[in-house]
């Protein structure tokens, strides 16, 4: 919006040429310093010659687009509804009544409130929560534990110990956080890198 | 919202009970209790005896089917098993294959 004003006021001048530059950068500048763009006036002068018009609002509509973050979200907006239901049919909720004895595995995310005996491999990300048990070995993005787990833990993700939680068995995770007031009784096969300099290849190995 | 849902995706093979409303949209895989509802997504393959106090129906369902209150087959359900049930309704555009069993 404030271009126009202020190409009016310089073209009288010989400040005009100063369009090329500014798609990318903020617009005063460009205008302040048009000195080394000077070179090229016939060309950018709007009174003189058609082209810088369509230039303008080219300008104009790579400057809101560059700004980007608002008309992208725009676009996205559509497309959010239609994301909002997936998450909540993908996230599985074993309730604090509910018994399972067998093998729980399959895609989304898992909230195990309840009791579960046997494996559980998910893809997504799996809570145990306060006052739920599992006893059984848990594969997940990553875990939260809340309740009582007797298993390993093969998580690609961090694993959350939570305070009241017991745990025993080993566990494997990005990374390990366990807060007091849990019972832990594990071993840990985390892989974490101290910044010790460069170190071997097998340094990342996961 | 449901107290347990098993969502889309997820997999279970073994005995479930409960004793709150129990949504299957995933695929299930041995027995299924529960003392209150229990409903069956359009997109679940279930193959288990479903016992829980009504049970709805829209997707494919292998197995025996006990309800103290009701049971209903919704349009696009597929229920092959028994049916036992104070009553009992077949939605048109649902299939069904067993003995229903209404006690009377």
Do not use: Y
């Given at each position: 919006m404030?271009?126009?004003?202020?190409?009016?006021?310089?073209?009288?001048?010989?400040a005009?040429?100063?369009?090329?530059?500014?798609?990318t950068g903020?617009?005063?500048v460009p205008?302040?310093?048009?000195?080394?763009?000077?070179h090229?006036?016939?060309?950018?002068?709007p009174?003189?010659?058609?082209?810088?018009?369509?230039?303008?609002?080219?300008?104009?509509?790579?400057?809101?687009?560059?700004?980007?973050?608002?008309?992208?979200?725009?676009?996205?907006?559509?497309?959010?509804?239609?994301?909002?239901?997936?998450?909540?049919?993908?996230?599985?909720?074993?309730?604090?009544?509910?018994?399972?004895?067998?093998?729980?595995s399959?895609?989304?995310?898992?909230?195990?409130?309840?009791?579960?005996?046997?494996?559980?491999?998910?893809?997504?990300?799996?809570?145990?929560a306060?006052?739920?048990?599992?006893?059984?070995?848990?594969s997940?993005?990553s875990?939260?534990?809340?309740?009582?787990?007797?298993?390993?833990?093969?998580?690609?993700?961090?694993?959350?110990?939570?305070?009241?939680?017991?745990?025993?068995?080993?566990?494997?995770?990005?990374?390990?956080?366990?807060?007091?007031?849990?019972r832990?009784?594990?071993?840990?096969?985390?892989?974490?890198?101290?910044d010790?300099?460069?170190?071997?290849?097998?340094?990342?190995?996961? | 919202?449901?107290?347990?849902?098993?969502g889309?995706?997820?997999?279970?093979?073994?005995?479930?009970?409960?004793d709150?409303?129990v949504?299957?949209?995933?695929?299930?895989?041995?027995?299924l209790?529960?003392?209150d509802?229990?409903?069956?997504?359009?997109?679940?393959?279930?193959?288990?005896?479903?016992?829980?106090?009504?049970?709805?129906?829209?997707?494919?369902?292998?197995?025996?089917?006990?309800?103290?209150e009701?049971v209903?087959?919704?349009?696009?359900?597929r229920?092959?098993?028994?049916?036992?049930a104070?009553?009992f309704?077949?939605?048109?555009?649902a299939?069904?294959?067993?003995?229903?069993?209404?006690e009377?």
């Amino acid at each position: 919006m404030c271009w126009m004003p202020r190409k009016l006021e310089f073209c009288p001048a010989k400040a005009i040429l100063t369009p090329p530059a500014p798609p990318t950068g903020s617009s005063p500048v460009p205008l302040l310093n048009p000195v080394p763009a000077a070179h090229s006036p016939r060309f950018r002068c709007p009174e003189h010659s058609p082209p810088p018009t369509p230039h303008r609002c080219a300008d104009l509509s790579r400057v809101s687009s560059a700004k980007g973050p608002s008309p992208a979200a725009l676009e996205r907006l559509p497309s959010a509804p239609p994301r909002m239901p997936r998450p909540s049919s993908d996230v599985s909720v074993l309730g604090p009544s509910t018994r399972v004895t067998g093998r729980v595995s399959g895609d989304g995310a898992l909230r195990v409130e309840g009791n579960v005996r046997g494996d559980i491999q998910v893809s997504g990300d799996a809570e145990i929560a306060a006052g739920a048990s599992v006893e059984g070995n848990v594969s997940a993005a990553s875990l939260d534990i809340g309740g009582t787990l007797l298993g390993d833990v093969a998580s690609r993700g961090p694993v959350a110990i939570r305070s009241g939680a017991v745990v025993r068995g080993d566990l494997r995770g990005s990374e390990i956080s366990i807060e007091p007031g849990s019972r832990v009784s594990v071993r840990l096969a985390t892989e974490f890198e101290l910044d010790l300099g460069p170190v071997g290849p097998g340094a990342k190995r996961r | 919202m449901a107290g347990t849902v098993i969502g889309e995706g997820l997999s279970i093979e073994g005995d479930i009970t409960s004793d709150e409303e129990v949504v299957v949209q995933g695929n299930l895989r041995g027995k299924l209790t529960s003392s209150d509802a229990v409903s069956i997504g359009s997109n679940s393959v279930v193959q288990a005896d479903i016992a829980g106090q009504s049970v709805s129906i829209a997707g494919q369902v292998t197995g025996d089917i006990t309800a103290p209150e009701r049971v209903d087959i919704q349009a696009g359900g597929r229920l092959v098993g028994d049916v036992k049930a104070a009553r009992f309704t077949i939605a048109d555009g649902a299939s069904f294959k067993g003995a229903v069993d209404m006690e009377v």
